[in-house]
């Protein structure tokens, strides 16, 4: 089956700098870093980053949009090498409060506000 099709969320290309966080299993941070997403949708991410994530690790992403910026927790699906220095990891989002659903909402719909006509849904 076609992954567009098997996707609960539709996924916009993004190309933005994201902070995340690697949390320990108590939800302590153990390192900060910069990644950037690739794509987003109200249920995750993809993230390339410099370093390999470990597949079930909790991390935290503070995303911006304009002034507002707010902080996501979510959870290493997947990992894989990209390109020829990188790392990709698809993040599903955990339980995301209201304002948190309310900023991606908005971060998607600027995605798609400027994307390329033809490559919407």
Known sequence: MDNLKR????????L???DYVILDQDGNPISRRMG????????????????????????RLTVALDEEMVELEGRVAHVRQCK???YCSGIEFLQM????????????????????PGLQE
């Not at 690739?38 to 994530?53: A, D, F, K, Q």
């Open 84 to 86: 020829e220095m990188g």
């Open 16 to 18: 933005n700098l994201i």
């Open 36 to 59: 950037r997403t690739l794509n987003v949708s109200e249920g995750g991410c993809l993230l390339e980053t410099h370093i390999p994530l470990e597949q079930g690790q909790t991390i």
């Open 97 to 116: 409060d209201p304002e948190g659903k309310r900023v991606i909402k908005k971060y998607i719909e600027a995605l798609k506000a400027s994307a390329t």
């Open 7 to 14: 996707r609960k969320y539709w996924r916009e290309d993004s």
